[in-house]
């Protein structure tokens, strides 16, 4: 697995360990089956070299993928008849392919390519084209590599076939291409017929942004929200839970050495903590990908309590979570997370403070993010909402957790309203910060192919939405190939140096 540079981030977070007593495991996403398949002739390269390459290519995918949910499945040797090589992978379909990488070791037959491209649409599986650059020898041509995958990429195109494409020696340089591929291959099938709770059934007040057209996302990702009324969710969590379930948590939370200040009546801990033990409840029970949660007003004004804290709490289990109601929230973390196998620990966050004369952007939010990304050394609260204080703060509700982030690379990203067919993307660093809000909060340095300018410029002029995935790790290389799987379009970064715009 190649090292996308994650700073030291916990195992757990600070409730995990009750929460895993109480709820139990989570259904996890079945492992993906990438099939590499080779294609040769006989008559005119040599064959014992076509199935030595074909043989080490497996190797390579194999060692590239170690650590994560692949499982590599190969033929006995390169195909020259492409019924046959179309028969062989009918046969792993019926226990499912994720993607397909083809390795060219030697020159084929057109019928190769237009057979396995005629296969690759009635199937829509990711396909890889692997080629490799030969070394002249002033001797014969002995595989032709570079030939035929122009050959076939010709054909694959015409037909309307998406691929990617790698031409890389076998070895080592191939592996981090190919483990992007295989990351973008697991969680597209992932998504596919996943159940997305979304707890409360509706957006927030005038939230338009969070709503999203579900047909389309069934189309291009293939996952569909199940809508349950917050009623709903607090029964299911009071005929499972006891009070003793819920002062447990509370007990983990307050006493662990990281929390700092409490200051929050022990109640609206209570409240928070049975919503969030319902939802991961209801997630172990129906198998729930992930959830969205309306977070306000109705927990405010019928419940007494903010779901945020519970947020944090299933976020740090593994149960990927936006607030909010925020369906495109989900979809966008629900990537992060799913393409680095958990490792990212997404949070859904604001942009909220841009420091021109620093070059620096702050991303905030109320206080849901996951204990596990606590900035070492720094300690957290434990509080109301600091937003319904800034009104009240005798009526003011929480469980909030507010704390500075970690250091370290960051990925933020966004499929937009209305219908999740487009996304936006930058890379850069959480560093050193005061706390400029209460709330979670990083300090963002921009350290990617765009500058600060061209993002803020990229999100101002286009009108895009407001909230924002973070997640740990440089992700934005392996986003571009699971979206493209998906036909979903990247927004162009836009030229831009200046504090002010105009519409496009």
Request: with cysteine.
């Amino acid at each position: 697995m190649t090292n996308k540079f994650l700073p030291p981030i916990p195992k757990k977070g600070v409730l995990n360990d009750v929460v895993a007593d109480l709820v139990g495991p989570l259904p996890k996403p079945k492992a993906a089956r990438i099939v590499i398949v080779a294609c040769g002739v006989k008559i005119h390269f040599p064959w014992d070299k076509a199935c030595e390459r074909y043989t080490a290519a497996h190797d390579v995918l194999v060692d590239a993928v170690d650590g994560l949910p692949v499982e590599v499945l190969r033929a006995d040797e390169p195909f020259e008849d492409p019924r046959e090589l179309c028969a062989f992978l009918d046969t792993k379909l019926q226990e499912g392919i994720a993607g397909v990488v083809f390795f060219h070791a030697a020159y084929t037959a057109g019928e190769i390519g237009s057979y396995f491209g005629r296969w690759a649409l009635d199937h829509k599986v990711p396909l890889l084209s692997w080629a490799w650059p030969e070394e002249g020898t002033g001797g014969a041509n002995e595989a032709n590599s570079l030939t035929c995958q122009n050959f076939l990429l010709q054909m694959w195109k015409q037909m309307g076939v998406p691929y990617a494409w790698l031409h890389e020696t076998i070895g080592k340089k191939a592996a981090p291409l190919l483990e992007q591929f295989c990351r973008a291959a697991y969680t597209r099938q992932s998504f596919a017929y996943a159940k997305l709770l979304h707890a409360g059934g509706s957006r927030v007040t005038a939230f338009y942004d969070g709503e999203v057209d579900e047909l389309a996302v069934m189309k291009n990702l293939g996952c569909n929200f199940d809508r349950v009324d917050l009623e709903a969710v607090y029964q299911h969590a009071k005929n499972k839970f006891a009070d003793a379930d819920l002062i447990r948590v509370k007990d983990a939370l307050i006493n662990h050495p990281s929390c700092n200040e409490v200051n929050l009546p022990e109640e609206q801990i209570l409240k928070t903590s049975r919503f969030g033990l319902g939802m991961l409840d209801l997630a172990r029970e129906h198998g729930y990908l992930g959830a969205t949660v309306k977070s306000w007003p109705d927990l405010f004004d019928c419940y007494g309590c903010a779901i945020d804290g519970s947020v944090s709490m299933m976020n740090d289990y593994g149960f990927c979570v936006a607030e909010e109601g925020e369906m495109n929230g989900l979809l966008s973390s629900l990537s992060l997370y799913l393409l680095s196998n958990g490792e990212a620990i997404p949070t859904m966050m604001d942009l909220s403070l841009w420091k021109q004369e620093q070059d620096r952007l702050g991303i905030w939010h109320c206080g849901a993010s996951p204990t596990r990304l606590l900035k070492p050394g720094t300690k957290f609260n434990a509080a109301r909402h600091s937003i319904l204080e800034n009104g009240d703060p005798e009526t003011a509700v929480g469980l909030m957790l507010e704390f500075l982030l970690a250091n370290g690379p960051v990925t933020v990203m966004r499929y937009m309203a209305p219908d999740a067919t487009k996304w936006f993307a930058f890379e850069g660093e959480f560093e050193d910060t005061p706390l400029d809000y209460r709330g979670t909060y990083g300090l963002f340095k921009a350290t990617g192919e765009a500058s600060l300018c061209q993002i803020m410029g990229t999100i101002f002029d286009g009108g895009l939405d407001h909230h924002w995935s973070v997640g740990y790790g440089h992700w934005l290389a392996e986003l571009r190939m699971f979206n493209h799987f998906c036909g979903l379009a990247e927004i162009p970064l836009r030229e831009c140096t200046k504090n002010f715009g105009l519409s496009r």
